[in-house]
């Protein structure tokens, strides 16, 4: 069965910090990605993964976001730190079979995705 869970979300001050987990089971992606979707708003990418280890960011994160991963657990990971209330969204993992157009694609969802987590809140407070 293939399936994707999200976990390490949560609320923190301006400033603070966290990593989020995305634990992939039954099959070995290729492209994995973070997107994140804040009320009111569409969703949009926020950094992606190739299988080489290739990394895209939206600028809005460059500097203070990573995203990575370890093929041998099948997780992936994104580093949030300095946030700010407007990284404010609840953030999905997802992730396919193949590379090609594994990239950001700013206001946007990018590619589309075969598989997707069911998200986990991130909520950031002045």
């Known amino acids: 069965v293939l399936q994707l869970v999200e976990s390490g979300g949560g609320s923190v001050q301006t400033g603070g910090s966290l990593r989020l987990s995305c634990a992939m089971s039954g099959y070995n992606f290729s492209c994995m990605a973070w997107l994140r979707q804040a009320p009111g708003k569409e969703r949009e990418g926020v950094a992606t993964?190739?299988?080489?280890?290739?990394?895209t960011y939206v600028d809005s994160v460059k500097g203070r976001f990573t995203i990575s991963r370890d093929n041998a657990k099948n997780t992936l990971y994104l580093q949030l730190n300095s946030l700010k209330p407007e990284d404010t969204a609840r953030y999905y993992c997802?992730?396919?079979?193949?590379?090609?157009?594994?990239?950001?694609?700013?206001?946007?969802?990018?590619?589309?995705?075969?598989?997707w987590g069911q998200g986990t809140q991130v909520t950031v407070s002045t």
């Open positions: 993964i190739t299988s080489y280890d290739t990394t």
């Open positions: 997802a992730a396919d079979g193949f590379d090609r157009f594994c990239t950001v694609v700013p206001g946007t969802t990018g590619r589309p995705f075969g598989y």
